[in-house]
């Protein structure tokens, strides 16, 4: 094969910043692509698509809010990932936080003291948590492979919450629309603009992270187990505690995410409810943000500015709004493909 | 007796799906590879499946192209974690988000058209009886010619393999171009064979299930028959309850495929000698050959 991989000496440090710049504009390139075959004027679209959304205040807000979900899942995937840790139910923890913490509305509606909110943004945390919990517990009493079982959960924590809202916790006087009463007062996340505190959280989250990843033992541990397990478990580090921690953290996040979502942006539950499939999209930030907690907040914008981009896309171009989809997926490939280059030289060569 | 008949039917027409899918991904693994993507590779056999018997009227070139589209996404899979030795599961997941997203674009002018069906004989069509020959073919390969001996041996150990002078590189890209052909073949199922309409994401993790088959099946072809039609079974038992009405909820019964899937995952991993004796050694683990 005319392209070869040599095995650099150690990490190259230069290419670990320019990866997911050379993996963003392989995308851009790859957009104009899609938008010439789509007969649509490559530059122009993709001004459409990446910088329009970008030019007006109201749209500005709405990035931060699409973001802020993204940030917060991601922190915690991120550090799960360097531990070797697969969570890849998020989107479930995320339906457990919102229905946990949509709970006190519903059946406490005239608690309205400040700590209400307080309260709900923990039990959303919990409700995500303990449902990480179960691949956890599997994973380290019975060996069970947890990218699988979280990822079944996500079906089982839909169909549990579409029940329930449909069911026991639909609003009596909702005209039959599968939904619960309105969250009002201190039952919803104070807000600037469209700007909820979940913002100010997940940005705090994801500094918090990386911190802890960075500066403390924990995140040496984690680490540690992440790249070397057999040298981690001579440290006296435990595999098993790791797991424990890694879906803790990155599941009461992705719970916290679905609190302040409902509480900040929805003020109801709602089925069919469309932020859990944030969960995936969290995967790719988490993986564009170089499993940095903090690189995390850059590319949650940036793959909020795809959703908005996809939106924009619809209505200014006509594409359907699904290219949004599309490059996001593509754009995991180009951030995989480009982190080659951090370990490796290509090379090409003549077959000898 | 016409009742039973039916159900048997549907239970068929729910398992086929699964065992074609986790056949090419025993095969896959067995080589060494993890490729978490059957879901995407599923979804874009379905799409294209759907569009090309759209397009000629012919269910046969739609299986043909799901076909085809199940190994293109599987090429590129092998591109990234064969060549460029990107992280497997990674590569996997993102193989799935790019089917679901790429298949929801290109099936946007699919909704609601109707295609001509797969012919059936009494509800067995060609598949079916395709699925359990493939069962057989590839228990065969894996475990009593030569190629198969070395699929195993580059599984187990590739850098014995490639001192050996077996081609580990090549025999992946063929294993995992294998196993695209099948997931992208029981997607094509799916939307040309069974439901015959596309519906955005209507593999409905049925590429997670397969994949968790080949574990519960500890890599053995033969077990993945009892395993997928194990599942087909649970989840038609799980829909002929909800019409009985008995006032459980829909969506619980609906959850018990998943449910079962995880059980069984338990059941099996908590074996961890029995597991240990049949996973492929190499599995998950890039190679790159020193020279």
């Known amino acids: ?352 | 007796m016409e009742q039973f008949y039916a159900i048997a039917i549907t239970i068929i027409a729910a398992s086929t799906p699964l065992l074609i899918a986790a056949l090419g991904e025993l095969v896959v693994e067995r080589s060494g590879v993890l490729n978490l993507g059957v879901e995407g590779m599923m979804i874009m056999g379905a799409v294209c499946g759907f569009g090309a018997a759209y397009v000629s009227g012919n269910p046969y070139v739609g299986l043909l192209a799901s076909i085809f589209g199940g190994i293109a996404m599987s090429i590129l899979f092998g591109f990234l974690t064969l060549t460029l030795l990107a992280n497997q599961v990674a590569t996997g997941l993102a193989i799935t988000l790019l089917g679901i997203g790429l298949s929801a674009l290109i099936g946007e002018s699919f909704v609601g058209q109707p295609i001509q069906r797969l012919p059936n004989f009494h509800g067995i069509n060609i598949l079916i009886v395709f699925s359990f020959v493939l069962t057989a073919l590839v228990s065969w390969f894996l475990f009593r010619t030569r190629t198969g001996l070395m699929i195993r041996a580059v599984g187990d150990s590739h850098v014995s393999a490639h001192a050996m002078g077996f081609p580990v590189v090549g025999l992946r890209y063929a294993c995992v171009a294998f196993g695209g052909a099948c997931a992208g073949l029981a997607g094509g199922y799916l939307s040309v064979a069974d439901t015959p309409q596309w519906v955005e994401n209507m593999t409905a993790g049925r590429g997670w299930i397969a994949l968790a088959l080949v574990v519960f099946s500890t890599w053995l072809p033969k077990r993945l028959v009892f395993g997928a039609y194990l599942f087909g079974t649970i989840s038609i038992l799980s829909f002929t309850v909800q019409t009985m009405a008995l006032g459980i909820p829909s969506q619980l019964l609906s959850c018990t495929p998943y449910l079962v899937t995880v059980a069984a995952l338990v059941v099996i991993s908590r074996n961890r000698q029995l597991l240990r004796a049949n996973t492929p050694a190499c599995l998950g683990q890039p190679f790159l050959a020193d020279r």
């Open chain 1, 1 to 352: 094969m005319p392209l070869r991989l040599e095995k650099r000496a150690e990490r190259s440090s230069t290419m670990a910043l320019l990866s997911p710049i050379i993996a963003i504009g392989l995308t851009l390139i790859f957009g104009a692509i899609v938008f010439a075959m789509r007969g649509v004027d490559p530059l122009h679209g993709l001004y459409v698509y990446f910088l329009e959304p970008l030019t007006d205040e109201w749209a500005r807000e709405k990035l931060i809010v699409k973001a802020t979900p993204l940030v917060m899942m991601a922190a915690g995937l991120s550090i799960s990932y360097q531990a070797n840790v697969w969570n890849i139910g998020a989107a479930g923890q995320l339906y457990m936080g919102a229905l946990v913490a949509g709970l006190v509305p519903v059946f406490l509606t005239g608690w309205q003291t400040p700590e209400v909110m307080l309260v709900m943004l923990i039990l959303g945390i919990a409700g995500g948590a303990l449902w990480a919990m179960i691949p956890a517990i599997l994973k380290v009493k019975f060996n069970a492979n947890e990218i699988l079982t979280s990822l079944m959960l996500v079906y089982v924590a839909e169909l549990v919450f579409d029940w329930l809202v449909r069911g026991p916790l639909r609003d009596p006087k909702g005209y039959n629309f599968p939904k619960t009463v309105n969250f009002a007062g201190w039952q919803t996340l104070p807000a600037w603009g469209d700007v909820h505190l979940g913002a100010l959280l997940a940005l705090l989250a994801a500094l918090g992270l990386g911190f802890l990843m960075y500066r403390m033992l924990k995140g040496f541990e984690l680490r540690t187990l992440g790249s070397a397990p057999r040298a981690g478990r001579f440290a006296g580090f435990s595999a098993d505690k790791a797991v424990y921690f890694c879906f803790g953290v990155s599941g009461g996040l992705a719970g916290l995410a679905g609190a302040c979502d409902v509480m900040g942006v929805g003020r109801q539950l709602q089925t069919p409810y469309s932020t859990p499939s944030y969960g995936f999209v969290a995967i790719i930030v988490a993986f564009l943000g170089r499993l940095n907690p903090v690189g995390a907040i850059l590319a949650g914008l940036l793959l909020a500015l795809t959703f908005l981009g996809g939106e924009a896309a619809q209505t200014t171009l006509h594409i359907p709004d699904k290219i949004a989809k599309v490059f996001q997926g593509v754009l995991l490939f180009f951030v995989l493909a480009c982190d080659t280059l951090v370990l490796y030289r290509l090379k090409w060569e003549s077959r000898k």
